[in-house]
């Protein structure tokens, strides 16, 4: 009689904490499929190498995530030139809303470099803060005029 009630015990014991781990993994499930993928930048710039003065072009993707990602919509962008000088601007944007709101996926822009090489940044901001980020590095050799200085 007591090796019955010991066996019902443990019995109980491993269900309980079968249930709890069962709850447990779906809780975790729950959250994983709540959360969709974050989205990610590249940058890529055309040409990577040239002769000065070299007029490059950049595009910068948000690949992945939602279209209508709440904390990718209307942010400031700026870029970074590798040469000491930035550029930001920032849009006039409805207010969020959910499922409605679209994030632009694309930004292209095109700068001038001088010889040097230089490693270009392009980020994401939300109230002065970085929240996503890409770089990318060209070559610009000297032109003609530029070698003999």
């Not at 000088?85 to 679209?102: H, I, K, L, W």
């Not at 001038?112 to 590095?137: C, D, M, P, Q, Y």
């Amino acid at each position: 009689m007591v090796n019955a009630r010991r066996l019902r015990w443990a019995s109980a014991t491993c269900l309980t904490v079968a249930a709890l781990a069962s709850a447990a993994a779906a809780q975790k499930s729950d959250k994983d499929a709540k959360e969709p993928p974050r989205p990610k930048i590249t940058l890529r710039a055309q040409p990577i190498a040239s002769t000065s003065p070299s007029r490059v072009t950049l595009t910068a993707e948000i690949v992945g995530g939602p279209n209508d990602n709440e904390e990718y919509y209307c942010p400031t962008v700026e870029w970074e030139w590798g040469d000491g000088t930035r550029s930001e601007a920032s849009s006039d944007c409805e207010p969020y809303v959910a499922g409605q709101s679209r994030i632009a996926r694309r930004f292209t822009v095109a700068h001038v470099f001088r010889a040097g090489s230089f490693h270009i940044i392009f980020n994401l901001k939300r109230h002065e803060k970085v929240f996503a980020t890409a770089g990318t590095s060209i070559q610009v050799t000297p032109g003609l005029g530029e070698r003999d200085q």
